[in-house]
């Protein structure tokens, strides 16, 4: 079992940064993608972006593609969200997301831990 726990967001101006961490307890984080899915008020969640078990792959969607970069601390047990040049089509909650499959998938049912979101509000 794996518990996520996301942190960082908050209010920013368009045009800002911000940095979302999420904290995954156990010792096998090492066994799991990891990604990020968002959701808006009245939309369906979106999937932002996934790393691999290794670190060595990322994929983002197209929206968030130059802007956004996931990365994650092996050590820490803990991924990353680097968040730039933000739109206020970037508003949402971001979920931090594991996959105990290593087939790439960009689908929400694929995965099989979530965290519980975390508020991103960009301001224009």
């Known amino acids: 079992q794996v518990q996520l726990v996301e942190s960082g967001g908050g209010l920013v101006q368009a045009g800002g940064s911000l940095r979302l961490s999420c904290a995954a307890s156990?010792?096998?984080?090492?066994?799991?993608?990891m990604g990020w899915f968002r959701q808006a008020p009245g939309k369906e969640r979106e999937f932002v972006a996934r790393?691999?078990?290794?670190?060595?792959?990322?994929y983002y969607a197209d929206s968030v593609k130059g802007r956004f970069t996931i990365s994650r601390e092996k050590d820490k047990n803990t991924v990353f969200l680097q968040m730039n040049s933000l739109k206020p089509e970037d508003t949402a909650v971001y979920y931090c997301v594991g996959d105990r499959e290593t087939v790439t998938t960009r689908l929400p049912q694929e995965y099989d831990y979530w965290g519980q979101g975390t508020q991103v509000t960009v301001s224009s």
């Open positions: 790393i691999s078990r290794t670190g060595m792959s990322t």
């Open positions: 156990g010792r096998t984080f090492g066994s799991y993608a």
